[in-house]
C-alpha cells in the first residue's frame, strides 16, 4: 500500500509546500498546455463523509467532445477511506454517467447509473452493486454530516426520525381560452408571437418571454411518515413560498424563511423568520425590511441562527449608499433580542453548521483570494480563522460528529483534488491524485501573488501568471490582463484553464480583484457605489503600472478582457485609458446603462448602485456619466466583441452599440455572436471556438508577426479563425 495519499503533517506546513514548492516545480520541465487538452483536464468535486465518517465519496467530470452533443460531460463517482490509507476506488469502472452520490443512514453509497439507482457497501469492496427499484427514502444530502440529520430529498428528518417536512406546491389552475366563434380561434391559434403582461418577461436562460412568475404556485409545509404510507398532515398552506425548513431538537417546531407579498412584482423579494409548530400554529418572527435566510437550530434547542443581509426594497427607499452587510445571526428561542455573531468580522459568512455541543457554529467565507473555514462562538461571537494558506477551500464537509473534514483544493497551477483533515485544520491529508497523467505531462505555469497601492492608496491583491518556459532574459512578453464579472465576486486561488492556455503561448496573465470584489469587507465592496467603472478600472490600471515596473512586460503590448462586468471593464478602459491597450477582447460587456435598463434581467443594480431607474434625474445622469457608448469618441483599440444572441443578462444589443461605434469611427473590431446562448455562453464546442479565436486576436496586436505562433508551432495568419 503506497503512503502517497498520506500528508501528515500541520496543517500551515502543508500549505506553503503545496503552494510554492509545487509551484515551482511546474515549471520545470514538461510541455506546454494545448487547446486538445481542454478535454483532458477532469473536475473533482461534491466530497461528502459516510455517517459513519470512515468514507469520503466525490465526483470526476470529464468534457466530451460529442459530434452530437456541444456539452456532453461525463460523471464519475469515486469513494476513498478518509484516513487515506487506501487510494480511491472508481464506484462502477467503465462506467461515464454515475450521478447523485449520496449516502444512507446505513453507511451505504447510492447513485443512479442509465436513470436506475443502484447501491454500494464501501465496507465490503468485493460485493456487487445492488439495483433498487426506488430511491431509499434515508438518503443523507450531499452536505455530510451536516445540519438536518438524514436530509435528503424529501426534507428534513424529524429529530425522532418518524417524520419528514416536505415542501409541496399546490394545485394550479388555469382558465381555459375562450372564443367568440371559429374564425376568432383560427386567428388566434395561428399567431406566432408572444403576449405578455408582467414585469419580469425576460431572465437569462430560460425562454423568451419568461413565465410570469407570479402564476407560480404556492408552497405547502406537510408532515409524511418516514416509514412510508399514507399519513399526510398539513402544518402550512398559506399563500407562501417557505423554503429553509429545519426542525427544532424537540421535534415540536419549524424554522422556516417565507414572504407573504411573494406575488407583488412591483417589490423585490424579501423573506422572513417564521415558525410552525406541529400542531399547525404559524408565527412570523421578523418584519423589517431586511433578508432572511439559513435558520437553524442549535442542538441544545436555545438559539435559532439565521443570517440577515439588507433588502433591497430598504436601500431603494432609504437611498442608501451601500448593500450593508451580510451577518450571522441567534435569536433565544424562549424570547429576548437578537445578537450579530458577526458584527465585529468584516467579511460574508456562508452556510451555517452548529457543533454539536451548541459552543460554536461553523462556516465557510471567502478572504481576499482564499477561502477557508471559519467558527463563532456562542453566544459572545467571537470568530476564529480555523484553515488558513493560499487557497481555497471549496465544497467543504463536515462528519457528523464534528471531528473531520474533507474538502477540495483550489489552487493555481493544478486541478483540484480532495483532502481530509481534523475540525481543527489539523492533520490534514491529501486523498486524491486524480491529475497525475496530466502534471507529470504538462508544465503549468505558476501565479505569483501581488499587491500594490491603488491611486488613492488602497491596498489591491492581484496574482500574475508566468508565461510556460519563463525567462527573464527573453523578455520584455507581451500581457493580458483579466477582470472579473460580479461586480461583487472574486478572482483567486483557483485552476483556470483560460489563463493556462494563454500563458501556454507566452503570456504574462494579470487577474486583480478591483474595489467591489468580495473578501475584503463592506467598505471595499461598495466603494464604486455610484460610479462603476471609475475607482475599480484605477485599480487595475495601478496594477498593470505596479506589474511593468517589476516584470519585463512590454507596455505596448498590453491587452484587456472580461466577461460580465468583465466585458464592461474592458469597455470602460479603452475608453478611459485609449493609449493603454495595444487589444482588448470585451465578452458580454454592457456600454449603455441606460438602454441596459429594462432590457435586462437584473435591474436591481440600477435602481440600488445608480440610485434608480432612468427616468430619475440622477440616476439618469449616473447611467450616461459612467456608460462607455458615453466616451466611444476617444477609442483607439483594436477590440473583439463577444456576446450571446440570446443573452438575457446584458442584452446582445450592448456589445452591438459597442461594437457599431468603435466600426464606424474606422477602429478594428470583430464581432463573434454564439447563437442561442445566453449570458454565460455554454457548451465545450463553444468554449474552444472562443479560446482559439481570443488567441488569435492577441496573437494579432499583442505578438510580432515573426513570433505570432501557437503553442503547437502552427503559425497563425493574424486574422480571426472561423
Not at 125 to 150: F, H, L, Y
Amino acid at each position: 500500500m503506497s503512503n502517497r495519499f498520506r500528508v501528515v503533517l500541520p496543517f500551515a506546513v502543508v500549505i506553503c509546500l503545496s503552494a510554492v514548492t509545487l509551484a515551482q516545480q511546474s515549471s520545470a520541465g514538461g510541455r506546454a498546455l494545448t487547446i486538445e487538452d481542454y478535454y483532458r483536464i477532469r473536475n473533482v468535486g461534491s466530497p461528502s463523509i459516510s455517517p459513519n465518517g470512515r468514507w469520503v465519496a466525490f465526483t470526476v467530470t470529464t468534457r466530451v467532445e460529442d459530434e452530437k452533443d456541444a456539452n456532453r460531460t461525463a460523471s464519475e463517482g469515486w469513494y476513498v477511506p478518509i484516513d487515506g490509507t487506501a487510494p480511491p476506488r472508481s464506484i462502477a469502472p467503465g462506467q461515464e454517467d454515475v450521478t447523485n452520490l449520496r449516502w444512507l443512514d446505513d453507511n451505504r453509497l447510492q447513485y443512479s447509473r442509465d436513470r436506475q439507482p443502484w447501491t454500494l457497501d464501501p465496507e465490503n469492496p468485493a460485493a456487487a452493486p445492488v439495483k433498487v427499484d426506488a430511491p431509499d427514502a434515508n438518503a443523507r444530502g450531499g452536505r455530510g454530516g451536516g445540519r438536518g440529520r438524514g436530509a435528503g430529498p424529501a426534507g428534513p428528518l424529524s429529530p425522532d426520525g418518524r417524520w419528514r417536512a416536505e415542501l409541496r406546491n399546490t394545485a394550479v389552475t388555469r382558465d381555459e381560452p375562450r372564443y367568440a366563434n371559429d374564425f376568432e380561434k383560427r386567428h388566434y391559434e395561428r399567431f406566432e408571437g408572444a403576449i405578455f403582461d408582467w414585469k419580469d418577461f425576460q431572465r437569462d436562460g430560460q425562454p423568451f418571454p419568461a413565465p410570469d412568475p407570479r402564476t407560480r404556485p404556492a408552497v405547502q409545509i406537510v408532515l409524511t411518515s418516514a416509514a412510508g404510507g399514507d399519513d399526510v398532515k398539513t402544518l402550512v398552506d398559506g399563500d407562501l413560498r417557505p423554503g429553509g425548513v429545519s426542525w427544532h431538537p424537540n421535534g415540536q417546531m419549524l424554522a422556516f424563511v417565507a414572504d407573504p407579498e411573494w406575488r407583488d412584482e412591483i417589490r423585490y423579494e424579501q423573506p422572513d423568520l417564521w415558525t410552525v409548530t406541529v400542531d399547525g400554529t404559524v408565527s412570523r418572527l421578523t418584519n423589517d425590511g431586511y433578508v432572511y435566510s439559513d435558520p437553524q437550530f442549535s442542538p441544545d434547542g436555545k438559539y435559532l441562527s439565521y443570517t440577515r443581509t439588507f433588502g433591497t426594497n430598504m436601500i431603494i427607499e432609504q437611498k442608501l449608499n451601500h448593500g450593508g452587510s451580510r451577518d450571522l445571526y441567534i435569536r433565544p428561542v424562549t424570547g429576548g433580542e437578537p445578537v450579530n455573531l458577526t458584527a465585529r468580522w468584516d467579511l460574508e459568512p456562508g452556510s451555517a453548521q452548529w457543533s454539536p455541543d451548541s459552543r460554536f457554529i461553523y462556516f465557510t467565507a471567502a478572504t481576499g483570494g482564499e477561502s477557508h473555514l471559519f467558527r463563532t462562538s456562542v453566544p459572545a461571537g467571537v470568530v476564529e480563522q480555523v484553515t488558513k494558506g493560499p487557497r481555497r477551500l471549496n465544497g467543504l464537509s463536515i462528519d457528523r460528529s464534528f471531528s473531520k473534514i474533507v474538502y477540495t483544493v483550489g489552487v493555481h497551477h493544478e486541478p483540484p483534488d480532495v483532502y481530509s483533515a481534523d475540525i481543527d485544520g489539523s492533520n490534514e491529508r491529501r486523498l486524491t491524485e486524480m491529475h497525475t497523467d496530466i502534471t507529470s505531462e504538462i508544465a503549468f505555469s505558476r501565479a505569483e501573488r501581488l499587491t500594490w497601492a491603488s491611486t488613492d492608496g488602497t491596498r489591491i491583491e492581484g496574482w500574475l501568471m508566468y508565461p510556460f518556459n519563463y525567462d527573464p532574459a527573453r523578455g520584455p512578453y507581451p500581457m493580458i490582463v483579466t477582470s472579473h464579472g460580479g461586480p461583487h465576486s472574486a478572482t483567486g486561488y483557483s485552476f483556470d484553464f483560460k489563463d493556462q492556455y494563454f500563458a501556454a503561448n507566452g503570456y504574462f496573465v494579470l487577474d486583480t480583484n478591483f474595489r467591489s470584489s468580495t473578501g475584503y469587507g463592506d467598505a471595499f465592496k461598495w466603494a464604486t457605489w455610484g460610479a462603476w467603472g471609475t475607482k475599480d478600472g484605477q485599480d487595475v490600471m495601478s496594477g498593470v503600472d505596479s506589474v511593468l515596473k517589476r516584470f519585463p512586460i512590454d507596455p505596448k503590448r498590453v491587452g484587456h478582457m472580461g466577461h460580465s462586468y468583465g466585458g464592461f471593464m474592458t469597455n470602460w478602459l479603452i475608453t478611459q485609458y485609449p493609449d493603454r491597450f495595444a487589444a482588448a477582447i470585451s465578452g458580454a460587456g454592457i456600454s449603455n446603462w441606460v438602454s441596459d435598463y429594462g432590457t435586462a434581467d437584473i435591474y436591481r443594480t440600477k435602481e440600488t448602485e445608480f440610485f434608480g431607474p432612468p427616468w430619475d434625474p440622477k440616476a439618469r445622469e449616473i447611467m450616461i456619466r459612467q456608460s462607455p457608448l458615453t466616451y466611444a469618441a476617444r477609442v483607439k483599440t483594436p477590440t473583439l466583441f463577444i456576446h450571446g444572441e440570446e443573452d438575457h443578462r446584458v442584452p446582445f444589443g450592448e456589445g452591438e452599440q459597442m461594437y457599431f461605434a468603435l466600426r464606424r469611427r474606422g477602429v478594428p473590431a470583430k464581432m463573434i455572436m454564439y447563437k442561442g446562448q445566453p449570458h454565460g455562453i455554454r457548451g465545450h464546442w463553444n468554449n474552444v471556438h472562443r479560446m482559439l479565436n481570443e488567441l488569435a486576436w492577441w496573437e494579432q496586436y499583442l505578438k510580432p508577426p515573426a513570433t505570432s505562433t501557437t503553442s503547437s508551432g502552427q503559425v497563425l495568419s493574424g486574422g480571426i479563425r472561423q
